[in-house]
């Protein structure tokens, strides 16, 4: 189980941390992922899938959480770089 989780993980983040990779790209690989280890198209191995399912929501989660805020620093740094230009622009 802990290496189905790492794989899923490295896989990821992988396709997280690619700048060529396009979002709506990005997007396709989780859903299909996730449809991959659905519970329902995993009644054999019922509480595993659902298992990894949720793990993988939990993972995607977390790194859009994690990307989201690196984004909201490096525009709040911008824009405190333009305001302090604008300032001695001012002066």
Not at 15 to 43: T, Y
């Amino acid at each position: 189980m802990i290496d189905i989780k790492q794989g899923i993980k490295a896989q990821l983040l992988g396709w997280a941390n690619d700048p060529g990779m396009p979002m709506d790209e990005q997007k396709r690989c989780v859903r299909q992922l996730l449809a991959q280890w659905h519970p329902d198209k995993n009644r054999h191995i019922g509480s595993v899938a659902t298992e990894v399912f949720q793990f993988i929501q939990e993972e995607v989660n977390r790194i859009v959480e994690q990307y989201s805020d690196k984004a909201d620093t490096t525009a709040r740094k911008a824009h405190e770089a333009r305001e302090r230009k604008a300032q001695r622009s001012a002066e």
